[in-house]
């Protein structure tokens, strides 16, 4: 199970609208080994894609650089699917590569960017998807 702030959700689900019609992608890191989403890491699609994200390679290399010097590790890798639900593709299952980590997608399809969203989470593992349930919280 996913257990997020209501402030995190509710800056990812900003994220996605902001961008709406493009992806959105980004990011939230936490502890290492805790689990727990705390810093919010909003990225620029390098895609530019209605249909497709990509991380800049060189803010992806200083990013994991900077999770290794606060100690912490990617505790959600979120994006957003502007024409499809919320549910990883065959290209975002080949690209998952980080095992602890939840696959938040938020769907801004048929919304034009302004909701309701559909949110869910997932675990990729060998290219295995699993949805798991999303729990929303006021504060850890």
């Known amino acids: 199970m996913l257990t997020i702030s209501q402030a995190l959700y509710e800056k990812i689900v900003a994220h996605a609208r902001a961008d709406h019609p493009d992806e959105a992608c980004g990011m939230v ?11 919010f890491i909003p990225m620029l699609n390098a895609a530019r894609s ?18 290794d010097d606060r100690d912490e590790e990617p505790v959600i890798i ?7 639900e ?10 998952a590569n ?14 034009d ?20 349930e999303v729990r929303v919280v006021e504060a850890y």
């Open 29 to 39: 890191a936490g502890p290492a080994g805790s689990g727990r989403p705390e810093r």
């Open 50 to 67: 209605p249909t497709f994200y990509e991380f800049d390679s060189m803010d992806l290399l200083k990013l994991y650089r900077e999770l």
């Open 78 to 84: 979120y994006h957003s699917h502007t024409a499809t």
């Open 86 to 95: 919320a549910y990883p593709s065959r290209t975002d299952i080949s690209y």
């Open 98 to 111: 980080e095992p602890g980590a939840h696959y938040v997608l938020v769907s801004t399809a048929d919304t």
């Open 113 to 132: 960017g302004a909701g309701p969203f559909e949110f869910r989470s997932f675990r990729i593992l060998d290219g295995e998807v699993t949805e798991e």
